[in-house]
């Protein structure tokens, strides 16, 4: 079952066909040249996903305002919806990482259903002790699993026991785990006795983890706290991912560090350490801005990605879980996501086209310009041919974009969907 | 008329006035020893004041959750109220400084008689292009007084056009214009011409201010937009304001600069130019924090003030407007206006008694050592008997916090004001 | 005259010529696709040259150490001879920028006529008043064009003319002016009239300027200086320049901002104002790192270009001098300034090819993805083979580097030049 | 044995006791209202000491240029007798920590008997694999301890044991290891490979430790390398000080990190996790700036020192070494160290005067106002009569720049040492 009209893809891909053909041979030549198989990139390429949040194809907004587009999705169905439309038309994004309570649903196996329907699984369940919800016994203002009340810290874990629990009956495998605890002064929280009660509460959620499950943790420099988080960096994420076990990792979300960080660097570490549970993509200039994923710093990702195929080059075990997590507020966000999943593809496709052997040598000759030159050969290469053929291949839509827009689908669901509310404010 | 009873106070301040006499005539002598006349001092932060901003005494929130506190005004006219209360007890705040819409009233007469009643003023003006209202023509998503839309751009002029209007009905003598207009992506808006709409907008709402009125540009290199804004740093803000004509100035809000950006220089610069506005106080670790005056970085803080002492003490001719612009997420509004008064209060103070004559020698001789610890002993000083016996002169409490807790006034407007909508959310 | 066999890069290119010719075809039909003339771009690619540092070609170093490479230039004349290799292999660099005293030399005449025999010309002269020379009467251990002294400020300003007459005699028609004035404490300078003396010690060299010539003035966030400089931004650098006069421009060093700043918007701002002197290019992740242009964020150089671009297309009077700035700490300066010139000339070359009617119209329909990925779509674009036919056409190397390190240049010239002081080091 | 006649501390000292003593008077008034003992408080501070590296007592630089100022002293002995100055004057600095091979010495056992005169003795071990030494084998230019070459990484160990050995002759008991191995290139560095081959290397230096010693990892996030170092933060600092053992812990620098980063939060971590080696003093604003500690951001400084006296309060076992670590470039080195030393001293003292029950209390409910109060009330606090009492008790000096500047000393030892070697330069 599929959300748009294939007929409109073939269509549309019809009038690109030879263009592509045209331009991926010649890239075929270029990267034969440099002793790379294109073919074998292209179905390294096609085997690769990135998950979806499932909030990401709301339209987002800033503490100042949100600014509503038309046909927002009401429920997690209309969501489903949105997600399948991505997957036809990119065929980079085959899972859904829910959100609870955002999520809630009355009938699990009808969603499992759904999603089957659009070829959809389900990817990472995330929690939520960030805001508070309506008829909740305690409140979140000063934190959950590091809430200095034992009645809070109770009520935290168990959402995210009951995170697991629709997690296994929907087939995610993991938990992500993002708290917004923290403290806006000096002196507000005693800051290792929070840590220690960090630790405490999620020993409890890792042991209420299934066997084949494992445990995100997430770390962020700031924000919703702004003097200081509980896990503000990948030291204390690591930290806390080591005292709990061997099914505990460290998330990297690409926005959540200080300016300048070498996120690469900590990607490096983390492999190194076993310790790598995935990524959330998105972009960034100033701060967890989560623009769309390599809008502003794309050589950022590919070198991001260039540790990842250098991994798994040297065939390192490990088994990063891939999610976008982006705040749509100026796009429509089926576009934003469909565009950004194949930012990312780009970025993966042209870590694997570096010549290794190159690299490897100048590297160890200290050969600074030729191995970064090697590096970025990589990088410089356009590699749309590739990921031309590999939607082509799948059925879906050479230009994903245009034919979204031909669609009207953004159009037909608004009459269903009503105006979701007003654009925030009030809160500066 | 005042809002709480007055008794109360004389009687906290009555257990230590003992202490705060002792404190103050031995301040007295340390500062007679550095030849300075703490009398002097005393009467001139007396004199000073800073103005609240409406919304400020509303609680504050993030873009991933708001946590209301109990009793939150509903009204301007609730808001009135609490700034009474702040102006009752810490004698700091004399003006408040309103924001159209959400101070929006039918009988601006009405109003202006209750501040009469309160002892308060009204200060600056603030304009709304940054969110969209119901039932509004035209939407800000896209931004507004630089936006590509003509319409949409003189309705972003109107409005700031009425917002004079109500100022002049209630005696606010300038206008303060923050827009949020800026961009997503690198591309999304064409960088020149935005800013040429900007001062294109900017120049009919200059035309119709008053003969003795202001106008504030605020710049703020980052959010709601995260690749670029179009008035992002004090440079922009200064051709801004040179463009308009003599009325218009730079707003320095200390929160809205890039990392490291040594503020206290920019003020020099904006002084030296005759451009100087004044400032939105708050304090930040990462960004535009907007937590408490001085909480982080109070040096920082002394370091404007001591610009400001010392272009004073150098007779020349500015008059910055001063205003607190703080977002209070997990204090009491009334507890963290009157802590943050008090703190701009201790800056100016410490400014105050910093010694000039050995300061300038020092600078002259280039005796880097002595001139910064010159600077350093102003700082270093605990002016807190001044500050004590400046609200004990004028009425105030010693202790406002203290008396506000005992004053039981937050619970009793409480009963009064119903618990604000939701804790936000959704918005990530 | 040239300084390696022609011979050795005909055969060199020779191996190459067929891929070369093939790939410029394949790439011709994609950007005829898009109505884009590739050999219109090429024509601008070879009209465009990137100035060489005389400085650059020697080792650089930090305040740690400096570890020097073989065959280090002795002088300006074997710095001019190593300009005029990358000037023969890579063609990209017509114009070599001294620094005095570094380059000081006892007949100018001379070495013009030998820049003149390798093709080269002079561009910008640099003054250095941010170290002392031998025998030097006032120390600029406290600044030089801002000095509290009159005599150093006087000494200052005398060089500073010095290095307009010597320019006045090899050709240059502009002054770079970078001070390293500026305090390492709070206090330690009197902000404003540290301001005042810069603009009037700058007012004197302006007055000396002859009627043909420009006057960069250039601003650094930090370094030497680390509490705050003197023309810390471009604010300051637009004030000055602004109270100069219209020969007086800014300059716009990509390394020195703060972090996070939107470089292109100042680009931008600096466009509009009639401001912008031009460039020193490099690259940073941290601060002024001083690395290879386009090696750590090649997007945000091709920004920078989409700005230039765009004021040529909209045909705004502008002309930036553009500058390699950079320092060779781990790699041959050759090579490095080889393959930098290359980089900015393929950010000149991708912003050439931005489709600027499509971008145009989706900016004023406000469609921010479309908009994105049009800028975009010139900077994923491969355009090394323009790059390679611009190098062909002129008599250069395909391959710079590979024909560089075939001619066994460096180890020729070591023989004649002994290795360079130590690694410097003791300053910590 | 002192450098300078008791007699000249003497006579300055007899003019201000009367205010000591009146001041004093009044401060323990103050806190005994706070239930406070000043004089428990002044002991405390008495027994605390920061100690002086060796090469801090010369002028610093910047790659730029080094200013030399009068009288630097010329080899360790030189270097000795500053460090007594300094001590008899500041009563805060009793050990002095070296640096191999500038400090390299002939006779060890005549270097600590000098010491011992001036009541001197020796902190942690520096070795120097940052830049080359004449004569050496291996080139530190592409690494040391993590270099790609075996020989180099060798030498590099047997550099660190040798500095083990020498430290042994002089009674220090850890070995300090920062390098400045890394990257200018992304690329350049195989990042996992760089990192597993400085730990091999780590791991030989570390089975080399006698029982008693520590060895300290450093940790820095750039400089001299600028894309990337080995050791970037305090989590690979982390990772490699746990794969060591228990005797390798982490030190914190306060000018290593990113911006924004909480460095007291990671002092909390390191305390937790029984990982805290010790610090190095000095304040920044924009990077490694190696300002004077305290000169920028007191409240920082103070907010470290209460994490470490809350861990002792609350009865952690842990014991950190302190030691400043500041580039003098504009002051006389002896007064920015006695200046500094007081600064750290004024930090601890006014972190032993925060009221720890009240902060707990506050901290457990969550009165972040409060909280942040009575925190803040212990920086607010002039604690100047502590530190005037704790010189006065030990026979040093209540204003040690005055005397010291009365005493001639600089200019006395400038007759022996020669005006050091210019301003470097040349290295940009």
């Given amino acids: 079952m599929t959300v748009l009209d294939p007929g409109l893809i073939q269509d549309h891909n019809h009038r690109l066909l030879r263009h592509v053909a045209s331009d991926y041979e010649h890239l075929g030549e270029q990267l034969a040249r440099r002793h790379i198989d294109i073919d074998a990139v292209r179905q390294k390429v096609a085997a690769f996903g990135v998950a979806i949040p499932s909030w990401g194809v709301g339209t987002g907004g800033t503490r100042f305002a949100r600014f509503p587009g038309p046909g ?16 036809q038309l990119a065929r980079a994004t085959p899972g859904v990482s829910l959100h609870i ?21 389900f990817d990472a369940i995330n929690s939520n002790t960030f805001s508070d919800q309506p008829g909740q016994a ?17 009520q935290a874990v168990a959402h995210n026991i009951e995170c697991v629990a ?25 800051l290792r006795r929070a840590f220690e009660r960090y630790l405490d509460s999620a020993r409890q959620i890792y042991a209420a983890l299934p066997d084949d499950w ?33 099914k505990a990792q460290c998330l990297v979300d690409l926005g959540h560090h200080a300016p300048n960080v070498n996120i690469e660097m ?18 960034s200039k100033y701060g967890d801005d989560d623009l769309d994923a390599g809008s502003i710093a794309p ?3 590919f070198l991001v990605f260039n540790e990842l195929v250098a991994a798994a080059h040297e065939k390192l075990a490990f088994e990063p879980a891939y999610m976008l997590d982006q705040s749509h507020n100026v796009t429509d966000p089926i576009e934003s996501l469909m565009t950004s999943a194949a930012q990312v593809q780009r970025s ?18 200290n050969d600074a310009l030729l191995a970064s030159q090697t590096l970025k050969r990589g990088f410089e290469t356009d590699v749309t041919p590739i990921l031309q053929r590999v939607r082509l291949d799948a059925g879906g839509a050479i230009d994903p974009v245009a034919v979204y827009r031909a669609s009207g689908y953004r159009q037909r669901v608004a009459k269903d969907r009503p105006a979701s509310a007003g654009s925030g404010g009030g809160i500066v």
């Fill in 138 to 154: 305690h409140s979140y203002k000063f934190g959950s699993l590091s809430h200095t009340d034992a009645g809070t810290r109770a």
């Fill in 101 to 121: 309570p955002w999520d809630q649903c009355s009938d699990w196996p009808a969603l499992r259903a759904v999603a089957d329907g659009y070829g959809l699984g």
């Fill in 166 to 190: 629709i997690g296994q009956r929907i087939g995610s495998k993991a938990l992500t785990v993002w708290v917004g605890d923290g403290s806006n002064f000096p002196g507000q929280q005693h």
């Fill in 266 to 283: 900590i990607v490096a570490r983390l492999i190194a350490a076993g310790k790598l549970a995935g990524f959330h993509f998105n972009d």
């Fill in 348 to 365: 993966y496709a042209q870590a694997l086209i570096v010549e290794r052997s190159l690299l490897d040598a100048a590297q160890q000759a």
């Fill in 214 to 246: 494992r445990m995100f943790v997430e770390h962020k420099i700031c924000e919703p706290a702004f003097y200081g988080t509980v896990i503000q960096d990948w030291g204390s994420s690591y930290l806390a991912a080591s005292a709990l076990g061997p």
């Fill in 299 to 301: 050589y950022r990702l």
């Fill in 72 to 87: 927002e999705p009401r429920n997690v169905f209309d969501k489903l919806q949105d997600c399948g439309v991505i997957w």
